[in-house]
């Protein structure tokens, strides 16, 4: 049994925090990814470990993004630390799904500012939008709880329980997406975000 690249999955979650940072999904302070670790069998078969790579608690400084491995924090799935840093306050939405899909190899909790308006606002549209809009229509709004909080976590865990869902929207506070694969994930977390841009736009009273 092989284990995976972790320099090399270090990396990818950097940069992937960095676009994250830059495509205005999130605040350097806020929200985040992780990754599940994995490990190959010699056939090539890929199986989880129990370990995953997460966004650490990394300071603000100054106006930019500023990448660094001491900020990852590496954890059991029950949250145990693995090493000297503190993983994300939302940590436990992160664990809670890795627990229940073993479809998911990455999560990204995310402040996304079109996609947390158009949660707000899709209860009250008179007539739903055209099908190019159904991925943002049909994506479940978890009821408001205090950030970090675990009936927060248990709130968007239930959302991802049992079925093959990966965009949960949470009532005031932003969204979640998992996929196979961080790439996965971000591709479907920039679409959501993409579609309720347009929508807005599209929406707008021309005077």
Same mark, same amino acid.
Request: contains cysteine; negative net charge.
């Given at each position: *049994?092989?284990?995976?690249d972790?320099?090399?999955?270090?990396?990818?979650? !950097?940069?992937?925090d960095?676009q !994250?940072?830059?495509r #205005? $999904?999130?605040?350097?302070?806020?929200g985040?990814?992780?990754?599940?670790?994995?490990c190959?069998n010699?056939?090539?078969?890929?199986?989880?470990?129990?370990?995953?790579? *997460?966004?650490?608690w990394?300071?603000?400084i100054g106006?930019?993004w =500023?990448?660094?491995? @001491?900020?990852? @924090?590496?954890?059991?799935?029950?949250?145990n630390a =693995?090493?000297?840093e503190?993983?994300?306050?939302?940590?436990?939405i992160? +664990?809670?799904?890795?627990?229940?899909? #073993?479809?998911?190899g990455?999560? =990204?909790h995310a402040?996304a %500012?079109?996609?947390? @308006?158009?949660g *707000?606002?899709?209860?009250? !549209?008179?007539?739903?939008?055209?099908? /190019?809009f159904?991925?943002i229509?049909?994506?479940p709004?978890?009821?408001e709880a %205090? @950030?970090?909080? =675990?009936? $927060?976590?248990n709130?968007v865990?239930g959302?991802?329980?049992g079925?093959k869902r990966k $965009?949960?929207?949470?009532?005031?506070?932003?969204? &979640?997406?998992?996929?196979? #694969? $961080?790439y #996965?994930?971000?591709? &479907? +977390?920039d679409?959501?975000?993409?579609?309720?841009k347009? /929508? /807005?736009?599209?929406? *707008?009273k021309?005077e």
């Amino acid at each position: *049994m092989m284990l995976y690249d972790v320099e090399k999955l270090k990396k990818e979650l !950097l940069e992937m925090d960095k676009q !994250l940072y830059y495509r #205005d $999904l999130t605040s350097s302070g806020g929200g985040g990814p992780s990754a599940r670790i994995p490990c190959y069998n010699y056939d090539g078969t890929k199986i989880w470990t129990d370990k995953v790579l *997460m966004k650490g608690w990394a300071p603000r400084i100054g106006l930019e993004w =500023i990448p660094s491995y @001491a900020y990852l @924090a590496t954890t059991d799935l029950n949250g145990n630390a =693995i090493g000297p840093e503190k993983p994300l306050m939302e940590a436990n939405i992160h +664990l809670g799904i890795y627990r229940e899909r #073993d479809d998911v190899g990455a999560v =990204i909790h995310a402040h996304a %500012p079109f996609l947390t @308006a158009f949660g *707000m606002a899709r209860s009250r !549209l008179k007539e739903p939008p055209g099908s /190019f809009f159904s991925t943002i229509m049909e994506a479940p709004m978890t009821a408001e709880a %205090p @950030a970090g909080s =675990i009936e $927060l976590a248990n709130n968007v865990v239930g959302a991802f329980k049992g079925n093959k869902r990966k $965009l949960v929207l949470m009532e005031n506070h932003g969204c &979640t997406v998992v996929g196979g #694969d $961080l790439y #996965d994930a971000y591709f &479907t +977390l920039d679409d959501a975000e993409d579609a309720a841009k347009i /929508f /807005f736009f599209s929406h *707008m009273k021309l005077e």
